[in-house]
Antibody, heavy 120, light 110 residues
Framework: QVQLVQSGAEVKKPGASVKVSCKASGYTFSDYYIQWVRQAPGQGLEWMGW????????KYAQMFQGRVTVTRDTATSTVYMELGTLRLDDTAVYYC?????????????WGHGALVTVSS | NFMLTQPHSVSESPGKTVTISCTRSSGDVADNSVQWYQQRPGSAPTIFIY?????PSGVPDRFSGSIDISSNSASLTISGLKKEDEAVYYC?????????FGGGTKLTVL
């Protein structure tokens, strides 16, 4: 069965970076994009960007440009999302999501989420 | 990019029918597929409707999706409401490979 297993919770200080992993299994890794979505406490869902695991191509939401980097390791079917220059308002649960369909726009499987807390 | 606007909350009694709207601010709602996700407290979202009106296997047929070109909106309709349907529902669409989410609607089953 399809699974996206994410790394555990992290606590970081403002200005630091965090790297969240997402290990995919149960399907052909290169066939589906991985999207990243975050959710601040009590707030809605916010799209961050995607990676094409086949080519490594990426696209990021404008608000994260220059601060986020998504990479992949095809040998281990793992995708990484690194967010730099952390601010207090980056405290959120970060989800990886498998994208399928036209423009890989359907988020059919979600990881369990990784809580990142930014605190001084 | 466009925005998707949802009501903040809706409530209805068990057994009744409720409809949650999702209005696209610019561009045509028919141009890009709309998905709906259910999120219960403490859990990741799960997909309930994709490509405007398609149900993944396992989603009850009490859930249906549609789009209305005249109002440039999508809708999620839940009939025969059950207490277990209480959750937050998000619509999502896309344009030029950018995802856009609505703000979410909290459904309360009284």
């Amino acid at each position: 069965q399809v699974q996206l297993v994410q790394s555990g919770a992290e606590v970081k200080k403002p200005g630091a970076s965090v790297k969240v992993s997402c290990k995919a299994s149960g399907y052909t890794f290169s066939d589906y994009y991985i999207q990243w979505v975050r959710q601040a406490p009590g707030q809605g869902l916010e799209w961050m960007g995607w990676i094409n695991p086949d080519s490594g191509a990426t696209k990021y939401a404008q608000m994260f440009q220059g601060r986020v980097t998504v990479t992949r390791d095809t040998a281990t079917s793992t995708v990484y999302m690194e967010l730099g220059t952390l601010r207090l308002d980056d405290t959120a649960v970060y989800y990886c999501v498998r994208g399928r369909g036209v423009s890989y726009s359907i988020g059919d499987y979600w990881g369990h989420g990784a809580l990142v807390t930014v605190s001084s | 990019n466009f925005m998707l606007t949802q009501p903040h909350s809706v409530s209805e009694s068990p057994g009744k029918t409720v409809t949650i709207s999702c209005t696209r601010s610019s561009g045509d709602v028919a141009d890009n597929s709309v998905q709906w996700y259910q999120q219960r407290p403490g859990s990741a979202p799960t997909i309930f409707i994709y490509e405007d009106n398609q149900r993944p296997s396992g989603v009850p047929d009490r859930f249906s999706g549609s789009i209305d070109i005249s109002s440039n909106s999508a809708s999620l309709t839940i009939s025969g409401l059950k207490k277990e349907d209480e959750a937050v529902y998000y619509c999502q669409s896309h344009d030029k490979s950018v995802w856009v989410f609505g703000g979410g609607t909290k459904l309360t089953v009284l």
